[in-house]
């Protein structure tokens, strides 16, 4: 793990962040935060994979590909409420 410690704690920190975030401006139940955060990490890593399979350098972090990362955890967030967060309003 020589160096790839420190983009997984940022990536697992901004992640989960943005699932947070995504509950506190959209709002409903707070079961519906686990699945936001879990959406968010999942699309993060994903995101970050497809950055690296592109190898898309526009906003890379060290090893962490920030843009295409932020991105695809976004749009697992939209996803994920479009899912799930309208089924309970």
Avoid: C
């Avoid at 947070?20 to 993060?44: D, E, M, N, R, T």
């Avoid at 399979?53 to 060290?62: A, D």
């Avoid at 695809?72 to 899912?83: D, K, P, V």
């Amino acid at each position: 793990m020589n160096g790839t410690a420190a983009p997984l704690v940022l990536g697992f920190l901004l992640a989960t962040a943005y699932g947070a975030g995504f509950h506190l401006l959209i709002g409903g139940p707070a079961k519906q935060i686990v699945i936001y955060i879990l959406a968010s990490w999942l699309g993060f890593i994903v995101g970050h994979f497809v950055g690296d399979l592109l190898n898309i350098e526009f906003l890379k972090l060290g090893a962490l590909h920030l843009l295409t990362a932020s991105l695809g955890s976004w749009l697992a967030l939209i996803l994920s409420w479009w899912l799930f967060g309208q089924a309970e309003e």
